[in-house]
Nanobody, 127 residues
Framework: QPQFVESGGGLVQFGGSLRLSCAAS????????IGWFRQAPGKEREGVSC????????NYADSLEGRFTISRDDAKKTAYLEMNSLKPEDTAVYYC????????????????????WGQGTQVTVST
């Protein structure tokens, strides 16, 4: 059973930065696409960013306005989400997840296609 440990969350001031990590174990991570998602209180889980299994393709939510960067290091079985210029509306629990995409499918940041999830890490942005 694949397992993930997310880390790097915390309390940060408006305009600050954080780097989230998602360390995988128990499976071969380089055959999976990886996504980062977030869920704020009272809101649905939303896709933040995703990266293809070979790292060549990335997608981001339009609302991020270029502030976040996703990356992966399969030698370390770790994915990252670099978050800059953080805003209070970025406050949420952030999750990483993976899924194995069929060759004919495009990379997706839709949470419904991801089936192995981490436990989440809290990010709080203060004003």
């Amino acid at each position: 059973q694949p397992q993930f440990v997310e880390s790097g969350g915390g309390l940060v001031q408006f305009g600050g930065s954080l780097r989230l990590s998602c360390a995988a174990s128990g499976f071969r991570s380089d055959v999976y696409d990886i996504g980062w998602f977030r869920q704020a209180p009272g809101k649905e889980r939303e896709g933040v960013s995703c990266i293809s299994r070979d790292g060549s393709t990335t997608n981001y939510a339009d609302s991020l306005e270029g502030r976040f960067t996703i990356s992966r290091d399969d030698a370390k079985k770790t994915a990252y989400l670099e978050m800059n210029s953080l805003k209070p509306e970025d406050t949420a629990v952030y999750y990483c997840a993976v899924y194995m995409r069929a060759p004919w499918q495009s990379l997706s940041c839709d949470a419904s296609v991801y089936y192995y999830w981490g436990q989440g890490t809290q990010v709080t942005v203060s004003t």
